[in-house]
């Protein structure tokens, strides 16, 4: 069973808030992620969309099924951070921290039941 890998590097949104749109196509077939992102008004659902379309894209190139493909394990970690400053009173500042996520997004091919395969092959022998 290949397991099929995407990334995303340097995504500047807090991964925090990545978090919440990964959580809920964790699992899913490539099929139901696609239409969940479709209905998610989150920021993050355009770059995970896009991402998750290059998995399958990358799933092509290997040969793999594209209709069995799930989402086997997506994760999103913290990148680098861009520290800036914002000017207060008194000739004080006070630090914002810029926030970037790296998501990776891992696919596998689901194999068929032993059901399905004994149907397929009596339907091919007929």
């Not at 190139?61 to 520290?83: F, M, R, S």
């Not at 091919?109 to 397929?120: D, H, L, M, P």
């Amino acid at each position: 069973m290949n397991e099929i890998t995407a990334q995303l590097n340097n995504y500047r949104q807090s991964p925090r808030k990545v978090r919440l749109v990964a959580d809920s196509i964790r699992g899913k077939s490539t099929k139901e992620a696609k239409v969940r992102l479709d209905f998610i008004t989150k920021r993050a659902t355009g770059p995970l969309h896009k991402l998750l379309n290059s998995a399958i894209a990358n799933a092509k190139n290997l040969g793999a099924d594209i209709e069995n493909l799930w989402i086997k394990a997506i994760t999103v970690d913290g990148g680098a951070i861009l520290y800036r400053r914002r000017p207060v009173s008194h000739g004080s500042a006070h630090s914002i921290r810029k926030r970037t996520s790296h998501i990776n997004i891992v696919l596998v091919e689901k194999q068929k039941s032993v059901k399905k395969i004994k149907s397929e092959v009596k339907e091919l022998k007929k």
